[in-house]
């Protein structure tokens, strides 16, 4: 089992409103990413960190920003939510790349609905 | 452009059959391969992680191929059980980039019915 928790779970929110998704790992890795991933469809890279105060843009343009003040804790915001933020939201944590690759851990999921 | 795509989309199987799981990617510079199974409503788990010069990986049941001159893999599920029921997920990672940039397919839906 990984280490890496996602909160919360399910949320519905009115659009406007601010929601921060919290995303911990207690594995000590330094990089950590966020994906979203609409039912049927691929994940897609919002966001990514290589550590502390490292944060960078992913594949996806995303109007959430995310901040990595501890190596443990990636949390990701949306300032104001609209409906076409709806959709599932992934972090992940990854532990230093070797010969055979890396594993790269994923949490439970934060489905956001906006309405 | 680099992609994977998978298939079939989704597959129904008997319990205890057998079953393989196709994915082809055109990812270049090819770093490694992985398949992840992902619960409905959960995040992916990793099941095999393979490099250029691996051409087969075993997790239990779960048997993975790569063949890199052909830019395919496989999935072959031995003596499927319910629990087996998810979606499988390949993704290809190149090493073009610090990051390791990830490609993920779409996944097949597999169901495995009583």
């Known amino acids: 089992e990984a280490d890496i928790y996602q909160t919360p779970r399910y949320l519905v929110i009115g659009t406007g409103k601010k929601i921060t998704l919290e995303c911990s790992q207690t594995?000590?890795?330094?990089?950590m990413y966020w994906y979203q991933q609409d039912p049927g469809m691929e994940l897609h890279l919002i966001h990514y960190?290589?550590?502390?105060?490292?944060?960078e843009k992913g594949d996806l343009s995303s109007e959430s920003t995310v901040s990595r003040i501890r190596t443990e804790h990636f949390p990701l915001t949306l300032e104001s939510a609209r409906p076409s933020h709806t959709s599932q939201y992934l972090c992940a944590s990854s532990d230093p790349v070797t010969a055979n690759g890396n594993t790269i851990y994923f949490g439970e999921g934060s489905w956001l609905t906006v309405v | 452009k680099n992609q994977v795509e998978q298939s079939p989309q989704s597959l129904i199987i008997l319990e205890g059959k057998n079953c393989t799981l196709q994915c082809n990617y055109t990812v270049s510079p090819f770093s490694n391969l992985r398949w992840y199974k992902q619960d409905t409503g959960r995040g992916p788990v990793s099941l095999t992680i393979?490099?250029?010069?691996?051409n087969t990986k075993s997790n239990g049941r779960y048997t993975a191929t790569l063949d890199a001159d052909t830019k395919q893999s496989s999935l072959h599920i031995t003596a499927s059980q319910l629990s087996d029921s998810a979606s499988y997920i390949c993704v290809v990672s190149d090493r073009g980039s610090t990051l390791g940039r990830l490609y993920f397919g779409r996944g097949t839906q597999l169901t495995v019915w009583p």
């Open positions: 393979m490099t250029f010069s691996e």
């Open positions: 960190s290589y550590g502390v105060n490292s944060t």
């Open positions: 594995m000590g890795h330094d990089k």
